[in-house]
């Protein structure tokens, strides 16, 4: 499976953004997919996750209510709404996905987009 990321770009603080992951692959629809992100100077962290289904998803604290991970399997894609935006959110944020169970732990996530440039202003 191949991951392609994109919709990054700069914005204001309050602004909304909706990132993409399009992938190749038959397996998309069987993968549980996730999204991080790395920040200047920091480790990758956490954003969401969501299962193969679509049935259960997972966010960090710091994205809980402002961000929205879906997925359409016919399209292979995943998204990130990202809404109210702050510039803590400004980071690289990559899709990333496995096989099994819902996740949160960038070591257990086997495939990798290459990553979309966020940048929030304040």
């Known amino acids: 499976v191949q991951l392609q990321a994109s919709g990054g770009g700069l914005v204001q603080a309050g602004d909304s953004l909706r990132l993409s992951c399009a992938a190749s692959g038959r397996a998309f629809s069987n993968f549980v997919m996730g999204w991080f992100r790395q920040a200047p100077g920091k480790e990758r962290e956490f954003v969401a996750a969501i299962t193969s289904s679509a049935g259960t998803t997972n966010y960090a604290d710091s994205v809980k209510g402002r961000f929205t991970i879906s997925r359409d399997s016919a399209k292979s894609t995943v998204w990130l709404q990202m809404n109210s935006l702050k510039p803590e959110d400004t980071a690289v944020y990559y899709c990333?996905?496995?096989?099994?169970?819902?996740?949160?732990?960038?070591?257990?996530?086997?495939?990798w987009g290459q990553g979309t440039l966020v940048t929030v202003s304040s």
């Open positions: 990333a996905g496995r096989r099994g169970w819902l996740s949160s732990r960038r070591s257990e996530y086997d495939y």
